[in-house]
């Protein structure tokens, strides 16, 4: 690739990459970390690209993939063995915008990657199960999952009576994990 | 708050995170760093990596046909020349089921103290006696670590290779493993017992089998996807505070796959008669055709921690186990760069080799090697 076109790239999708890493790592530091990695992955990539979409998605799918690694490695999971606290670095959002970052970074990681990619990147279900390699079905079930999930902590008594409760998430929404 | 909101407000937020241009200018820098760097293995190496798996894959095949004329053959070719603790280890039980034309056979691992018993292999054979290909067929049974100490132990493992997919769930009472053949879906449903007080009420020794086509499968697969594996974890009880942690958890797990796999009509087999040995298992040792594998067994975590192969001119290959990820256990071999490594049923960017507890399973088209951007087959 040449150096035009992948500078383009980098200053193009770098913030994009950068929060989908923060999305799936919960730390500003290891998404920097792993933003560089995707890219660095992006310089010695041989493949060929059918149009800018087409990189994204790849540098998406790359992004999403560290971050599962870098909660897979070795020495994390003998160091630690939950995720670690939120370690959150955006200022000034406001009380609403903080509580439902606050909510959304609870959730477990597979239900971060998908709200993150549907409400910010706005990818359809397809697109989502390509990137993630699940199933279309998965993804909905995970969506429908973690929207409770996040209603629970925003309003957690104002669920409405019709709402439809699955075990695990009414289990969750009792135990306040 | 509406789901508008949510999203209106967590865009926000997330569009605080950016990066500065002093980090984006190091990121471009990468690229004049990685055209002067070396380009890692050698295409020769990877060439010759391949050659030794097809070499393995050619010895597999013609030993299980070789093996058709009989199982103890089977059994004693492979291991007349191994130590007594291997023969110790591998004089298990064998069971065999004919389901659908096709024979299953199965070789298992027991416990005596613990009477804990797992399907170690199978191995599946059509009717004209000729081996029918397995994709990642071992369920890798998790050990107690001591006999006073009951775990309940639970995960699902996913593998891939190729186009292929299946789930392989395991738990101390529960395994399941899932054989895509060419027209049907053989799903092999062992519910073990544990002697345990736990357990003794739950224990279960019918070993099942179901036969399903390709749509039944994709909807077993899709519901045992949405277990919400993460609730599926290794759980401790602690028989003196007599908590109910495992045994809630494992109603759970349970209840959900009973309510899955009651769709369908099982095979039911008894294996109550299998004999009970004592067993240790540390180290095994393996000859497959022309290659040696020597793998190191982890009982606490239950999986491969590495294993070399060895060719036949005494060459090795270390491969030592990165990480588990939800496609598989990820093998790094030795004496690659950090972005080059073989790996287990992984992903694009990794080996795909059928790795498991025993042996290297797999076909010319299933073992994909994929290499500093290069695929080879």
């Known amino acids: 690739m040449d150096k035009e076109k992948y500078t383009h790239i980098v200053i193009r999708y770098?913030?994009?990459?950068?929060?989908?890493?923060?999305?799936g790592c919960k730390n500003i530091y290891d998404a920097e970390d792993i933003t560089q990695t995707v890219f660095l992955k992006l310089s010695q990539y041989t493949g060929s690209f059918e149009d800018d979409e087409h990189i994204k998605k790849w540098l998406v799918k790359v992004a999403v993939n560290e971050s599962r690694s870098l909660w897979r490695s070795p020495w994390r999971s003998k160091s630690a063995v939950d995720e670690p606290d939120i370690i959150y670095h955006p200022a000034d959002m406001g009380d609403s915008g903080s509580d439902v970052m606050e909510a959304v970074m609870s959730l477990k990681r597979k239900y971060r990657e998908v709200i993150h990619l549907f409400y910010y990147?706005?990818?359809?279900?397809?697109?989502i199960a390509g990137v993630l390699g699940i199933s279309e079905n998965a993804v909905f079930k995970r969506l429908e999952r973690a929207r409770y999930q996040i209603r629970c902590r925003l309003n957690p008594k104002g669920l409405a009576a019709t709402d439809t409760l699955r075990d695990t998430g009414e289990a969750i929404c009792k135990t306040g994990i | 708050m509406n789901e508008e909101q949510i999203k209106w407000n967590?865009?926000?937020?997330?569009?605080?995170?950016?990066g500065d241009q002093n980090k984006k200018r190091a990121v471009i820098a990468l690229l004049d760093n990685a055209s002067s760097s070396a380009a890692g293995i050698s295409v020769k190496n990877v060439f010759r990596t391949a050659a030794a798996f097809f070499c393995c894959i050619l010895a597999l095949v013609g030993l299980s046909a070789w093996a058709m004329t009989g199982n103890t053959a089977f059994r004693?070719?492979?291991?007349e020349d191994s130590d007594e603790e291997f023969d110790t280890v591998y004089?298990?039980?064998q069971k065999e089921l004919i389901v659908g034309g096709y024979k299953i056979v199965f070789d298992g691992l027991v416990y005596e103290d613990s009477v804990k018993q797992g399907i170690l292999s199978f191995s599946v054979w059509d009717a004209e006696g000729q081996p029918v290909e397995v994709n990642g067929n071992v369920m890798q049974l998790p050990l107690d670590m001591e006999l006073n100490e009951y775990t309940c132990y639970t995960c699902i493992q996913h593998y891939k290779a190729g186009e292929d997919e299946w789930y392989i769930l395991l738990n101390n009472i529960n395994g399941i493993s899932v054989m895509p053949s060419e027209n049907n879906i053989f799903i092999a449903f062992s519910m073990l017992g544990l002697d345990t007080p736990a357990y003794t009420e739950r224990?279960?020794?019918?070993?099942?089998l179901l036969m399903l086509d390709g749509e039944d499968y994709r909807k077993l697969k899709s519901d045992i996807d949405e277990l919400d594996t993460d609730d599926l974890l290794e759980v401790r009880w602690d028989p003196v505070s007599e908590s109910n942690t495992v045994i809630d958890h494992y109603d759970r797990v349970g209840e959900a796959l009973s309510s899955i796999l009651n769709r369908y009509d099982p095979l039911t087999f008894d294996i109550t008669e299998f004999p009970v040995q004592i067993v240790q298992v540390e180290n095994l040792k393996l000859t497959i055709g022309r290659m040696n594998i020597m793998m190191e067994y982890d009982p606490k975590e239950c999986t491969v921690n590495s294993f070399t192969m060895i060719r036949e001119n005494g060459e090795s290959i270390n491969f030592t186990r990165e990480f588990i990820s939800e496609a598989g256990i990820h093998w790094k071999v030795e004496g690659l760069t950090d972005n080059q490594y073989a790996a287990g049923v992984g992903t694009d960017e990794q080996f795909r080799v059928c790795c498991n507890f025993g042996f290297i399973m797999g076909s010319e088209e299933k073992v994909t090697i994929v290499a500093n951007g290069n695929t080879y087959r």
């Open chain 1, 14 to 23: 770098y913030d994009d990459i950068k929060r989908v890493a923060y999305a």
């Open chain 1, 121 to 127: 990147e706005e990818y359809s279900a397809r697109e």
């Open chain 2, 10 to 18: 967590y865009k926000v937020s997330m569009n605080n995170i950016y």
């Open chain 2, 76 to 79: 004693r070719f492979f291991f």
């Open chain 2, 91 to 93: 004089d298990g039980y």
């Open chain 2, 203 to 208: 224990g279960f020794t019918d070993f099942q």
